[in-house]
């Protein structure tokens, strides 16, 4: 086992007249691929908006090591359809997070970093395709490319794969399963997809109303994520 990136220990969220999490607790370590599953409202978002320091706990902490500042956190969110006239390349988009306060155009390393990034996530072929025209994997492969443009080592993707094709959701995930193999990234996915989760997760956190279950992904049996939705 390598050491711990980020620790959660004991994490309650109470919104008005609802408790979301209780006493919530996992360890990532460096270089694991851990997936967060549960039924629509568990709290999935929530416990991440707790990672990012967006939302105060009723109790418990959230830790980092070595330190907060040592890890740099990339965030790929859900997909959200782009207008088929969205004007910028994807070479351009990918670029859109460098810090342009003093040039407006790019150095020669932030030009070098974007190619190694296109390259990365398969997209150098259609670099300077507009991005309303690519595919939704495509699409969401560029999204992937701008959040490592910090050179991240937690990686967030926040049901990154919903509403992709089977084969789109392959191609996103090989290229972070790569990244979390031969860079030790560290990676968070949340996911409705259990089978998705078996093939790419080494560790799980699976939260139910008011508990939680966490281990390594072959000891998951098989949760009916859905059940209680269909029988409500
Ligand atoms: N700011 C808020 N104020 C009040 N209730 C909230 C707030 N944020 C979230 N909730 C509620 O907390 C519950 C958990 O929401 P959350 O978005 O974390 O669920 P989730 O597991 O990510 O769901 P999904 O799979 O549908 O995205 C939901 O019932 C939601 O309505």
């Known amino acids: 086992m390598t050491e711990p990136i980020l620790q959660v220990r004991n994490l309650s969220v109470s919104f008005p007249g609802k408790q979301v999490l209780n006493q919530v607790g996992f360890t990532l370590n460096r270089g694991?691929?851990?997936?967060?599953?549960?039924?629509?409202?568990?709290?999935k978002t929530t416990l991440i908006r707790v990672i990012l320091n967006q939302l105060k706990p009723a109790s418990g902490s959230v830790r980092?090591?070595?330190?907060?500042?040592?890890?740099?956190?990339?965030?790929?969110?859900?997909?959200?359809?782009?207008?088929?006239?969205?004007?910028?390349?994807i070479k351009d988009f990918?670029?859109?997070?460098?810090?342009?306060?003093?040039?407006?155009?790019?150095?020669?390393?932030?030009?070098?970093?974007?190619?190694?990034?296109?390259?990365?996530?398969?997209?150098?072929?259609?670099?300077?395709?507009?991005l309303g025209k690519a595919s939704g994997g495509e699409k969401q492969?560029?999204?992937?490319?701008?959040?490592l443009l910090d050179q991240p080592n937690l990686l967030i993707l926040d049901?990154?794969?919903?509403?992709?094709?089977?084969?789109?959701?392959?191609?996103?995930?090989?290229v972070v399963k790569w990244l979390n193999q031969s860079e030790q990234l560290s990676v968070i996915f949340i996911?409705?997809?259990?089978?998705?989760?078996?093939?790419?997760?080494?560790?799980?956190?699976?939260?139910t109303p008011g508990h939680y279950q966490f281990g390594e992904i072959g000891e998951l049996e098989n949760?009916?994520?859905?059940?209680?939705r269909q029988h409500a």
């Open 32 to 43: 694991r691929f851990l997936c967060i599953l549960g039924e629509n409202g568990v709290g």
């Open 141 to 147: 492969r560029a999204y992937l490319a701008q959040s």
């Open 64 to 89: 980092f090591f070595p330190s907060r500042r040592a890890v740099r956190i990339g965030y790929v969110p859900q997909f959200r359809n782009i207008d088929a006239d969205y004007p910028l390349s």
């Open 223 to 228: 949760p009916n994520l859905w059940g209680k």
């Open 94 to 130: 990918v670029s859109l997070n460098l810090a342009k306060f003093k040039w407006p155009w790019l150095t020669r390393k932030e030009r070098a970093s974007v190619h190694q990034l296109l390259i990365k996530t398969n997209l150098d072929k259609i670099r300077n395709r507009p």
């Open 191 to 207: 996911t409705h997809d259990v089978p998705l989760a078996r093939k790419y997760a080494d560790d799980y956190l699976l939260l």
């Open 159 to 174: 049901e990154s794969t919903a509403s992709l094709d089977p084969v789109a959701k392959v191609e996103l995930l090989d």
